[in-house]
């Protein structure tokens, strides 16, 4: 299983469970991966930053595609 598939596993599972909208994982995610890394504020910025990027680009590629 490729990395993004595990990611939208995840996230499709995160959702399902939870009720959690696109913010609050992103804010998860983010906050998991940072405290990897040992948790300093630049990172948890730079990581929550890319993550709701790729999320903005999946739900417009998505609106696109649906139309």
Do not use: G
Request: negative net charge; hydrophobic residues 35%; contains cysteine.
């Amino acid at each position: 299983m490729s990395a993004d598939s595990e990611v939208k596993s995840d996230v499709t599972q995160l959702k399902q469970d939870k009720d959690l909208d696109y913010y609050e994982i992103a804010l998860y995610f983010a906050a998991v991966k940072a405290k990897d890394e040992e948790f300093r504020w630049e990172q948890f910025i730079d990581n929550l930053s890319y993550i709701c990027d790729h999320f903005a680009n999946h739900i417009e590629i998505n609106s696109r595609v649906n139309q």
